[in-house]
């Protein structure tokens, strides 16, 4: 990795921004003051409440840290198949007794002004989910002095992220927890087969650019770290690992479903926000997977207040329980004791003497 980045964390190791809960600055600051880089979601808040968490992490660490940042969705959904859903959540609605959101609610996520804000304010660094932002935006960040980042799933949108400029990409394999940050959403798709597992998507996009890349899906153990370094990737991205750590501000639901036994397995589903994302197979998942649209971020809105509802009576059954395929193997402990079992686990499998991974800044 480009020794700029490198000399940003001690370990190869970055907490993955969460979005909808579990990010918070506690996590970001623990796992930052550890030796990883811990991150700070800015999906789906306003300006403000971004710009109040990077105020309270930069309280808690002086150490660096990362802000993601959703891209603006084209206005590719088609209003009548939302129309649809949303009839087809009613019994939901009743069920919970919740309206459901308006599914027009802006398809941008303040992306401009969240951008304004993090020019006039630097971070270490920025990164970008669900597509690559222009050429002037990257320069813009590179001129503050802010390394970025943009999320791929294949090597296409790596040679875009080359192209317009970016520091290093965020390979994310099919496994991963969360939403699939592919920069176009094809509508035909079959969103619960597409993808590529992350050791084939690392090499392909090693082979295809010549960036620095921090690998994602799937990670949950030191011994899988040192797997994709050795395959090529520069650091690892680890979200669901983080998800029930107990600084994370994830629903206590949700970080208990990730070893409970009635959660047997993950998928991919467009149900609860219009975008493919790995979640715990669900009441709600069975029931609205097969026929939900592609349709973000109209589905988020339609849905967040059920959600919301279904957190509140504690029934997870009707909750977003976002995962990925490591889940079982969740490991709950401080953020920052996480980081140091990993870092040992990665030394250990790497064959090395503990604490001396070389590309490690002294
Ligand atoms: C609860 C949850 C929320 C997520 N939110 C975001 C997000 O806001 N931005 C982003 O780039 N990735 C997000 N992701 C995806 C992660 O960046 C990463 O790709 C994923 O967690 C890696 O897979 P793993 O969960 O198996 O470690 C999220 C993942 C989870 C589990």
């Not at 107990?246 to 949700?254: K, Q």
């Not at 208990?256 to 715990?280: N, V």
């Not at 026929?291 to 339609?302: E, K, S, T």
Request: net charge negative; charged share 15%; hydrophobic share 45%.
């Amino acid at each position: 990795m480009s020794s700029a980045l490198t000399d940003l964390f001690r370990y190869p190791i970055v907490q993955a921004p969460m979005a909808g809960g579990a990010s918070c600055p506690q996590l970001a600051a623990a796992v930052s003051a550890a030796g990883g880089l811990g991150f700070l979601a800015a999906g789906y808040k306003t300006p403000e409440a971004m710009y109040e968490e990077i105020k309270q992490l930069r309280g808690l660490t002086g150490h660096p840290f990362g802000v993601n940042v959703f891209m603006p969705q084209p206005a590719t959904a088609d209003p009548a198949a939302v129309e649809v859903y949303a009839e087809q959540l009613s019994g939901e609605a009743s069920w919970y007794e919740t309206p459901l959101g308006d599914p027009d609610s802006g398809n941008d996520d303040a992306y401009e002004v969240k951008l304004a804000i993090l020019l006039e304010d630097p971070v270490p660094v920025v990164s970008f989910t669900f597509g690559c932002p222009s050429r002037a935006v990257l320069e813009a960040f590179a001129g503050a002095g802010t390394r970025t980042v943009v999320t791929v799933t294949s090597p296409a949108e790596a040679q875009a992220a080359e192209r317009a400029g970016a520091d290093a990409v965020c390979v994310q394999g099919i496994e991963a927890g969360g939403h699939q940050g592919t920069h176009f959403d094809d509508p035909h798709a079959d969103c619960t087969a597409a993808g590529l597992g992350l050791l084939s998507l690392i090499t392909l996009v090693r082979e295809a650019v010549p960036l620095p890349v921090i690998a994602a899906g799937g990670l949950m153990r030191g011994a899988q770290i040192a797997a994709v370094l050795a395959a090529g990737a520069d650091a690892a991205q680890l979200g669901t690992a983080f998800l029930v750590c107990h600084e994370s501000a994830a629903h206590p639901l949700h970080k208990r479903a990730m070893t409970d036994s009635l959660f047997t397995r993950t998928e991919l589903t467009r149900a609860f926000t219009g975008r493919p994302a790995r979640g715990l197979v669900n009441r709600f998942m069975r029931e609205h997977g097969r026929y939900a649209p592609a349709a973000y971020p109209q589905l988020q809105h339609l849905t967040a207040g059920l959600r919301r509802a279904a957190a509140k009576v504690g029934d997870p059954q009707g909750m977003s329980l976002w995962a990925g395929q490591g889940h079982r193997l969740a490991r709950e402990m401080p953020a920052g004791r996480l980081v140091e079992v990993l870092a040992a686990e990665m030394d250990n499998a790497l064959g090395s003497v503990p604490g001396t991974w070389t590309g490690a800044a002294s």
